[in-house]
Every structure is written in C-alpha cells, then in structure tokens.
C-alpha cells in the first residue's frame, strides 16, 4: 500500500519542488520508501532520483535541474518483499515502461507463473513487477488477468503513453486534473494544493448533493472543482495529448441454479474462503477488524483456519494468535462485546479493545477531517478512526474488514423493501404477506411504515421536500435527484447494485482507505473479491433475503463456523458512535460555535436563523437530524481546512 503522484505538462520544465512536495505530503502512506522518475518524454531519457528516505542510491531530487516534461513520485508501505528490489518507481527490462502503484494484486503469485511460462524473468518478488510484465504481455488487458485492489499509472515512453487504473470496486482512490497541458495524478486530493498556479475552488454542485441527499463519491467529481477521479472499474489513457476514460469491468446480469440450496452456500463458502486466503498473502503482521456483526466475524472465524493451517501464512507473520480489534462502549445501546466474545472464544484470537470517546473526536477532528479531505456523513467513521490507530500501536501492518457485505447481500433496511415492491409489482401476494409478516418478527422497524416511504414513493422527489435551512437560491440552482439503475430485471439487485456502485460502497471504501492509510496501514477486503461479487449477483433474491432474514447464503455457509448466536443476528451495528449522545453533551457548544460564526453565515448555502432553530429544536429531542446537523458542521471545517487557507493542516 501506497502514495502515487505524478505531473505531465506540454509545456517541459515541471518544477521539481512540486512533486517532491506532493509526495511528502503522502508519507503517511508510505513511510518506509520513497522515489522519482524525471522524464523527458520526446528524448526518452529518464532519470531515477531518490529522496532522504529512499532506501536506494542515487541522485538526489534536491539537486536535480534538468528541464523534463513527466514527473512521477512514490511513497512506500512495504507489505510484500520487503527488501530494495520492490524500490519504485519500477521499470521493465529496457527502461523504457515505468510504473508507481498503491494497492495489492492478490493473485499476483499465479499471473507470475503465468508470464514466467510466457519467458518473462523477474528480479524481484513483488505484485508490482507483475504489473509491469503483464503490461507488456498484454497492453490494457492485462486489468482482466488481476484479483486485487489498485490504483496505478504507467508511463510507456515508447508507445507515448499515460495508462492508468483503479480496481474493479474501487478500493483504492485515483484522482487526477488535466486542463489539455498540464495533467497531474494522486492518491490523495490534497497534494494538488501544492501546485503552482493551480486554481483550487469548491464544486458547489457536489457541496448541494452532500447537504440535500448526503451523497458523497457518487460520481467522477469531487468537492474540488476540476478534480476528478477514477470510478471503480476504470482505466485512463493519454495518447496524443487527448484523454480518454473508459471502462473495462461492470457486473453483468446472470442467473445461476442450483438443485439444493446447500449448494449455493457451498459455493459462496469456497469463493469467500479463497479471497480470504489470497488476501492472507504477506510478510508484515496481519489482523482484523472484529465489529461483532456477521460480515467480520465470518472473516474472523475463516481467517482463523487458514491462518494456522500450516501452510497460507508464515507463523513469523502472525505469531501465536490472531489479532482482532474492536471498537467498544460502555453504553449498551452501541455495544457488541457480548457478541465480540463469542467469537473470540471460539477463535481463541487476541481481543484489543479500544473506547471512542467525543472529547477526544474534539480534539482529533482537525487531523480527521485533514486525512478523510472531503466532507464525510457522519462521526461514526471516528470508531474505525480510533481502531486503525490501536492496531497501529500493536505493530499490525494488514488488516482485514468485512466491508462490501452489506451491499452485496441485502444488510440495509431499505433492501426489504425493494424485495417487497418487487413482490408487489409482479402480483406474489402470498409471498409478500409472508414476508411482511417476517419482518415484523424480526426488525423493530414497521412494514407498512416501510412500505410507504421506500415502495409507494418509488425514490420521488421527498429528498428535497421540506428543506428550510438552505438559502433559496442555492437550493434552487443545485438540488438534483439520481434515478436508480435499471440494470437488473429485479428492484432489489438494482437496488443493491446502487449501493455498491454509487451510493453507500463508494463512501465508505472512501473512509476505509483515509482511515487506515492515516495509520500506514494496508486494509483488505475479502468480500469484495470480483469472483464473489459476480457470484453474488447471479444468486436468485431468495438467497439473499427470505423470510425476514438478510444474508442467508452467508448465514447457510457459516452454519458450523460461527457460534450460533453471532450467525442468527438479527440486527445491525457495525462501527458506530453514540453520535446522537455527544451532539447534546461534549459537542454541543463547538457545533454551536460552528453554526453561530461569522464564515458560516457567509458561505451562501444556509438560513442561518433556521439553522440555529433547528439545532434547538434538536437538543430539545424535537427532531432527529443528527446527519443533517453533522453534515452542516462538517462542511464549514472542511472549508476552513482546505479552501480558505488552502490546507493549513499541510
């Protein structure tokens, strides 16, 4: 896991303080190597520079005065051959292919063999060699032989070419601005505010989503007016100086059938089994992320067998026990611990616990909101925040998280509800009453409240209703709405492929990725293997939800490797915080603060004597927009961090 940057300009002579600027800024995810590559890519000459942390000799960037138009930094997490061999950036054999690369090809063992079998030679033991070679071997389409997570770029300065990609699910981020002469990459949005005459402004209409909808990644642009980034599933090349975008994996609709239902589970086993054991691939400590929810605790238990079957992981790497981590309350009401120990007994894993608490989100909130660089939803990425920091103190460098099962398997409320209009739609009377009365066992929630607000208003125009607070014009010029997809020929497959593909996912792999690099360290996520996605998205709807019960391949396949309680869970909690706790206590007076200043009022976006009525009316228990209230909050900090003194925190 790393930090990429890199600067191509027509106009030569790129300022080699820039790049080595914008790298350092991304030390918190590579904080074992660093290196650059000036290029001049009409000559095809190269120069390979090192920094003060470069673990390799060479030129140093200081010194450096050559006029050159391509610039390409790295900053190193060693996960995978520790040694000099993995030093990027890396070239092929004739010098004439570059690549820098953050992320993980899990399968990169078996493509080596492949490409060896091809007559490829390797130097290293590295995934990111086998980039390079496959490349080579087989141009763009070299993304489709990949099993991983991954964002990189590769400068083919024979072929005059720029070709960069992110992952199939988008794991890892890539952003990049290009203005027709200048065009510059990163890992993270923040390093472009250290580029010379690089107008930085707010994107207003991404601002409007986030305020009236929430929505956050939704799309190619971001808060920063003309950066944009790769979406999940996409490659980018520069030939000629003309850009293109496009994309090269989607998931297509299919069906598969088997005679027995254990057969489904069966084969969801193996698949998620085998992701697991790819992503157990390492020779740094591994962990993981053990909310007590059945996503973790599945990857938990399975990681457990493999991790001492003698033969997936080297003992040296993971010791003696796993090591999960947690985020735990002393309120119940946001507590898992009862279920955090039924697996731990089970597993025999080493618990670390650690305790979220608002006074310290207070202090910390500058530095979380510097590393997340875009507005985020709500405080309840803080527990995650406060569990890459503990794995960070136990020496873990890899860790896994259950993320992606909720969008793949129906884990969301709302996901009942499209099955039920579905049901509805096509005139399965009976099966509806069934269900609805199943749920109503099982959920707290009411069917026919459910019902309708999800299936009679069929995603119309109630997002924007009622919205006070927003200045008129500002809500009159920006509020948009976002059909669903109709890909799928069901409303709940579509419903989740929304999920995984624009709405939910998108963000939080967002979080997950600031998160744990701000700690430099590597996350990896089983369930978002491309095999088991696709798998999953073949599954009839009844093996994902039936009778009121969500996940049920996942809870078949688990019968026997989860304690019982843990796979027959019901309801859903995750990584969360007693937001709604802390906003009328330890934070009440820093919102009040936020609301009531003077830039605030002056952003254009709010009616500030609404705002401050609202806020009122919501520590009076009147009303529950905690979100709402979070995401005003949220908006002016980052505003104050990255647009009025163009990142102070840098």
């Not at 990429?4 to 080699?16: A, E, F, H, Y």
């Not at 709302?414 to 009453?433: D, T, V």
């Not at 039936?546 to 796979?567: H, Y």
Request: hydrophobic share 35%; aromatic share 12%; proline share 4%.
């Amino acid at each position: 896991m790393c930090g990429i940057t890199g600067i191509s300009s027509l106009k030569g002579n790129i300022n080699p303080e820039e790049i080595k600027k914008m790298t350092a800024l991304l030390r918190h995810r590579g904080p074992d190597d660093e290196g650059f590559l000036a290029a001049d890519s009409v000559e095809r000459k190269v120069y390979l520079l090192t920094g003060k942390e470069s673990n390799v000799r060479g030129p140093r960037i200081e010194n450096f005065d050559k006029p050159v138009d391509l610039f390409l930094g790295h900053r190193r997490l060693s996960i995978i051959d520790l040694s000099a061999a993995g030093h990027q950036p890396m070239c092929n054999e004739n010098g004439q292919i570059w690549v820098v690369y953050n992320g993980e090809i899990f399968n990169y063992l078996e493509v080596r063999k492949e490409l060896e079998s091809l007559t490829h030679r390797f130097k290293s033991q590295t995934d990111t060699e086998v980039i390079l070679h496959a490349y080579e071997e087989w141009g763009t389409d070299c993304l489709k032989r990949f099993n991983g997570m991954w964002a990189f770029a590769i400068v083919d300065l024979e072929a005059n070419r720029i070709f960069c990609s992110r992952d199939r699910l988008g794991v890892k981020p890539f952003y990049y601005t290009y203005d027709g002469r200048r065009f510059c990459f990163a890992s993270e949005i923040k390093v472009f505010l250290k580029i010379e005459g690089l107008s930085i402004e707010p994107n207003e209409q991404m601002i409007a989503d986030y305020l009236f909808s929430g929505l956050l990644d939704h799309t190619e642009e971001t808060f920063f007016k003309d950066v944009y980034q790769l979406r999940a599933g996409e490659y980018l090349l520069i030939e000629s100086n003309r850009l293109t975008v496009r994309p090269y994996w989607d998931i297509e609709p299919g069906e598969v059938r088997f005679r027995k239902e254990k057969d489904y589970a069966d084969r969801f086993y193996e698949l998620l089994q085998d992701s697991i054991r790819l992503r157990l691939r390492s020779d740094v400590p591994i962990g993981t992320c053990l909310s007590g929810g059945l996503d973790s605790s599945a990857i938990v238990c399975l990681a457990n067998q493999l991790m001492f079957d003698g033969q997936t992981v080297d003992p040296k790497v993971i010791g003696e026990r796993q090591k999960t981590f947690s985020s735990c309350f002393e309120d119940h009401a946001y507590d898992e611990r009862k279920y955090i120990e039924l697996v731990l007994g089970q597993t025999g894993a080493e618990k670390n616990y650690v305790f979220p608490q608002g006074e310290n989100l207070s202090e910390e909130l500058s530095k979380l909101i510097w590393h997340q660089e875009e507005p985020f939803g709500s405080t309840s990425i803080y527990a995650q925040w406060e569990v890459m920091g503990l794995a960070k103190k136990r020496g873990v460098k890899v860790l896994l998280d259950g993320q992606g099962g909720d969008e793949l398997l129906g884990g969301y409320p709302p996901s009942f509800y499209y099955l039920f209009y579905e049901m509805l739609r096509n005139w399965r009377l009976g099966r509806l009453w069934r269900e609805l009365n199943a749920f109503r066992k099982y959920h707290a929630a009411k069917a026919p409240a459910g019902v309708s607000r999800w299936v009679v208003p069929r995603v119309s125009q109630w997002m924007g209703r009622g919205i006070d607070w927003a200045a008129e014009t500002f809500q009159r010029k920006f509020l948009r709405y976002f059909p669903r997809p109709s890909k799928f020929e069901n409303d709940l497959d579509n419903y989740l492929y929304h999920c995984l593909r624009s709405t939910t996912l998108p963000r939080l792999l967002h979080h997950e990725d600031r998160n744990s690099m701000a700690f430099s360290i590597e996350a990896r996520l089983p369930f978002l293997d491309f095999r088991l996605v696709e798998y999953i998205f073949s599954l009839p709807a009844d093996r994902k939800i039936k009778e009121g019960i969500t996940k049920v391949v996942l809870r078949d396949a688990m019968k026997g490797n989860l304690p019982e309680p843990v796979r027959n869970r019901h309801d859903k909690m995750g990584f969360v915080t007693p937001e709604d706790v802390w906003f009328k206590t330890v934070l009440k007076e820093k919102i009040k603060g936020v609301v009531s200043s003077k830039s605030f009022g002056e952003r254009g976006y709010f009616v500030v004597d609404k705002v401050k009525e609202a806020f009122e009316d919501y520590c009076k228990g009147k009303r529950s927009i905690s979100s709402t209230i979070w995401r005003w909050v949220n908006l002016e900090l980052w505003f104050r961090t990255f647009i009025d003194g163009r990142l102070q925190n840098g």
